[in-house]
RNA sequence: GGAGAAAUGGCCGAGUGGUCUAAGGCGCACGCCUGGAAAGUGUGUAUACUUCAAAAGGGUAUCGAGGGUUCGAAUCCCUCUUUCUCCGCCA
């Protein structure tokens, strides 16, 4: 969330910067900074009185040592007079804070001053692109039929024993999913990332560190037995390591990676965008994480698109990287990046990366924050994240470019980790 | 799941109702000492909010979390969480 300073200090390019994400947010941060005088005055005029208050007790224990209890009764009169009005000034202030930060809560991120405006996915922009579509023999198919005729996803049987959205991978299939988050992990920590096994079920607090609460409350599964929430990406658990924590300046960057299983609703989705691997309830992905210096997070930014870019290369997919428009931006980031490659049979470009900086939008939330060297005062950190990558677009486009009479070709790649070149 | 014990600053650890403004130690930072270092020695050493133009300084809160008792709570009471020991179950 975005700090109160901010707002103070920028009112208005606060204003004008959401107003590219086509959030309007003027009447909010006029309420956010008007109940903001209300919370200091009230908790200036309830500090004094505690600060009396204290200083009464402190006198009443001195007289009652010297047992003039005359005066100590008039005091402790005086005082539970006092506390009644600290109480109330207490309950007033907690309201006034709990309002406010359910106001802070709705404002998303500030974008970034590159992020051009508009309303959804057309107005993206293409950074660039890669790779050159495949051109497929006649009988090719889509990676729905090819999974069945191979037997290497079953998406009826998944259907029986959990429901649509999670399909179970089978022989050279399930190997496959294995080959790709090892090769995946390998390069990240090729890469100078450490690799985190973090639990993917989390608590609320850390739902809200990185912003899925209480936003996106209904895109989580939870269980409410133990109010613990499937993780919708590794991001959660990982960044969230570093909730509370207070970083030297000398310990940046930070970078973690993580293969996890991710669990979303998807509600309200339907339709040809979910057939076979396009969109599912459970999917696995591996994650990469940087925590940073404020100056160095867009380098940083820079650096993580490379990497995705080195991955997707590499296993010859078409590719294009696109940077998100304000209407098509996450309420968290403030600039995205995401990778799309081409899945031929379908004649479609399917997401399988998303490159953040949140800035300090979650920092903020996490209560990460640095020190400088010698320095004094506490600055919140930048944290990024990115996919790298998420895995059933990713098979998806394989199968179907990779597609021939005999079979489907294994990227080179990825041969050492499935031990065979083709599924036939 | 049952029974018992515990949770104090970066770390160890004292503290059972009133200078706790949390002892002492370790660590760390800066000085002194030294040819240099070690040892020794001195000083400092949390976070958030707030006051102030800013700095300095001040106020408030925080001893696992949340409530309560009291004029006054690290200390007493209640609830929860976590850890340890034993028992049960178990990959």
Redesign the pocket.
């Known amino acids: 969330m975005l700090?109160?300073?901010v707002l103070q200090e920028n009112k208005e390019q606060v204003i004008e910067r959401l107003s590219v994400k086509n959030f309007k947010a003027e009447d909010v941060v006029n309420q956010i900074l008007g109940l903001?005088q209300v919370?200091?005055?009230t908790?200036?005029s309830?500090?004094?009185n505690?600060?009396?208050?204290?200083?009464?007790?402190?006198?009443?224990?001195?007289l009652?040592?010297s047992g003039n209890t005359f005066e100590?009764n008039l005091?402790?009169?005086k005082?539970?007079q006092?506390?009644e009005l600290v109480?109330s000034q207490g309950e007033e202030l907690?309201q006034i804070e709990k309002q406010l930060n359910n106001l802070l809560v709705q404002l998303p991120n500030l974008p970034h001053s590159s992020v051009p405006r508009g309303k959804g996915a057309d107005d993206n922009i293409e950074i660039r692109s890669g790779g050159n579509k495949p051109s497929l023999y006649k009988d090719a198919v889509p990676h729905w039929d090819l999974a069945k005729k191979y037997d290497i996803i079953d998406f009826e049987l998944g259907n029986k024993l959990t429901g649509s959205g999670f399909p179970v991978y089978k022989g050279k299939g399930a190997k496959l999913q294995r080959a790709l988050i090892n090769y995946f992990v390998d390069e990240a920590t090729a890469a100078g990332y450490l690799e985190i096994q973090p639990p993917i079920m989390v608590n609320e607090d850390s739902g809200f560190g990185t912003g899925q609460l209480p936003d996106k409350e209904g895109q989580m599964y939870h269980v409410g037995i133990d109010n613990l929430y499937l993780i919708p990406t590794a991001e959660v658990p990982v960044t969230n390591i570093y909730r509370d924590v207070?970083l030297s300046a000398s310990e940046f960057p930070i970078k973690m990676t993580a293969y996890t299983p991710c669990f979303r609703r998807e509600a309200g989705s339907y339709g040809k965008d979910v057939r076979g691997l396009n969109r599912l309830h459970q999917f696995d992905k591996v994650e990469i994480v940087q925590l940073q210096h404020p100056e160095k997070s867009y380098q940083a930014l820079e650096e993580m698109v490379n990497h995705v870019e080195g991955l997707v290369k590499s296993l010859n997919l078409p590719y294009r990287i696109l940077q998100l428009c304000g209407g098509d931006m996450s309420f968290t980031s403030a600039l995205t990046y995401d990778f799309e490659v081409y899945s031929a049979a379908q004649d479609k470009w399917l997401e399988v990366s998303s490159v953040s900086n949140f800035e300090s939008y979650q920092a903020n939330r996490l209560?990460l924050?640095f020190?400088e060297e010698?320095e004094?005062?506490?600055i919140l950190a930048h944290t990024l994240n990115g996919s790298a990558l998420a895995l059933p677009r990713i098979v998806a486009a394989l199968l179907e470019n990779n597609q021939t009479p005999e079979g489907i070709l294994i990227p080179k790649v990825l041969q050492k980790y499935t031990g065979f070149e083709i599924i036939n």
């Open positions: 700090t109160l300073k903001d919370r200091r005055s908790q200036n309830m500090d004094n505690q600060s009396e208050l204290n200083k009464i007790a402190k006198e009443i224990g001195v009652f040592k100590v005091l402790k009169e005082n539970t006092l506390k109480k907690a207070i209560k924050r020190r010698g004094k005062k506490t």
